[in-house]
């Protein structure tokens, strides 16, 4: 019988993150903060350690150095355990000349690797999805079933099928028809797979897991560069591919809007994802940070990390990032603020403005995303955008409405970021 220790789990880094600009200018995608302490690896990652899935791969192209330092610094694992978490980043050789062009090119390129690793199974997940799944079930479906592949799939609404790749499933669970993004009303009669009226589709969740023979084979019989618009639906018409289900929290933080909506949701008592599963914790680096002080000030559905200082300030659903400091007098509303790398005066780090890190006293922040290291002077006043407008400055950016203040930018005293 096959075993979780058969697996080897890949994530894609993803390409160039220009949905998520500007969070991703100095960084790769799953690399971006998250929840106040986490970064967007740390889900899949926690999702493969909470399934006994211990060998771990990362597939990573642009802005790596950062998600290089959180993973290197975040997971290891004991010389008396097999596992590892590696970086596996895109490099030039004699046989490949060019960078990842897609995601099953990424893996494609990486094929060496992955049969180095012996593994009979491997898993592909995605590194900017916010989800708490046990792989270890998907898999003990992927073997009763005799899969040679096999893709974790959600019931989609009717109106979100233009978002997801669309599958047809038949009553053995086996997949037999696939279509990118449906909208035509034949087309989508053609997909129906479920019996309730209100989510009749199943979409896939780009997680799957292949037989390691069939992934090589399909790979290198091809140059097709996608799992979900090329390999997948040519799988469909010559191997056994099954759809497991899972239908609990998911959401694709692919965009600002989403990342942002995401995030504020997590200030809520009753989010639908919960961080604080003590049987499937999320793992990120240990900082050792002290705990916040909050000082005559009024906080209501604030998520808060450790290491802030907070001083007569009022702070209504917002997300408050590690090491963040708020002076007085500041009124935050709406707002994702990640704090700081380092806290201000510390000898190794040069100081590059007369304006502290954090939010200056008397500050009016509504509806925005502060990156990290910021430096907001006082009396600064940011209030949001109508959605969908769009601009772009130096330090600071509007994406689907929503302001986003640059990593380490400095915001002088007085400014104000309004329509």
Not at 99 to 109: E, F, I, L, M, S
Not at 141 to 154: K, L, M, Y
Not at 214 to 239: Q, R, Y
Not at 352 to 366: H, L
Request: charged fraction near 25%; charge should be negative.
């Amino acid at each position: 019988m096959p075993q979780l220790k058969d697996i080897l789990a890949i994530i894609l880094g993803g390409g160039r993150g220009t949905r998520l600009y500007p969070l991703t200018k100095l960084r790769s995608k799953p690399a971006v903060p998250i929840a106040g302490k986490y970064r967007l690896i740390d889900i899949p990652i926690s999702n493969c350690i909470n399934s006994d899935i211990f060998r771990i791969a990362i597939l990573t192209q642009f802005n790596s150095v950062s998600l290089h330092r959180h993973v290197t610094s975040t997971y290891h694992f004991d010389d008396f355990h097999s596992g590892w978490v590696q970086i596996w980043a895109a490099e030039q050789t004699f046989n490949t000349k060019d960078w990842y062009q897609g995601t099953a090119d990424a893996v494609r390129k990486q094929l060496f690797q992955i049969r180095s690793a012996r593994a009979p199974y491997v898993l592909i997940l995605a590194g900017d999805h916010l989800y708490r799944m046990d792989y270890g079930a998907l898999a003990e479906f992927h073997w009763e079933n005799d899969a040679e592949i096999t893709i974790a799939v959600q019931p989609v609404l009717t109106n979100d099928t233009g978002r997801f790749g669309i599958l047809k499933r038949d009553d053995n669970l086996r997949i037999t028809n696939f279509a990118e993004k449906p909208t035509d009303p034949q087309v989508l009669k053609d997909m129906v797979s479920r019996d309730d009226p209100y989510r009749p589709y199943l979409g896939s969740m780009g997680i799957y897991l292949f037989n390691t023979d069939v992934l090589i084979e399909m790979l290198n019989s091809t140059d097709l560069e996608d799992f979900g618009k090329h390999i997948i639906p040519a799988a469909i018409e010559t191997h056994r591919v099954f759809g497991y289900d899972f239908d609990d929290y998911w959401e694709d933080i692919g965009t600002i809007r989403s990342f942002y909506e995401t995030n504020l949701e997590l200030t809520r008592v009753d989010a639908r994802f919960n961080l604080y599963d003590p049987q499937r914790p999320i793992y990120t680096r240990p900082r050792y940070l002290p705990g916040s002080i909050v000082s005559d000030s009024d906080l209501r559905d604030v998520m808060l990390a450790e290491g802030c200082c907070i001083s007569k300030s009022e702070i209504v659903n917002s997300i408050i990032g590690v090491r963040s400091q708020i002076m007085d007098d500041v009124i935050m509303r709406d707002t994702v603020l990640m704090g700081s790398d380092y806290y201000e005066g510390s000898e190794s780090i040069e100081v590059t403005s007369d304006i502290p890190i954090g939010i200056g006293a008397g500050s009016i922040i509504e509806g925005a995303i502060i990156d990290k290291n910021a430096r907001i002077g006082a009396k600064t006043i940011i209030r949001p955008y109508p959605r969908g407008h769009a601009d772009e400055h130096e330090n600071w950016s509007v994406q689907d409405g929503i302001i986003v203040i640059h990593k380490n930018a400095v915001i002088p005293p007085g400014t104000i970021i309004a329509p």
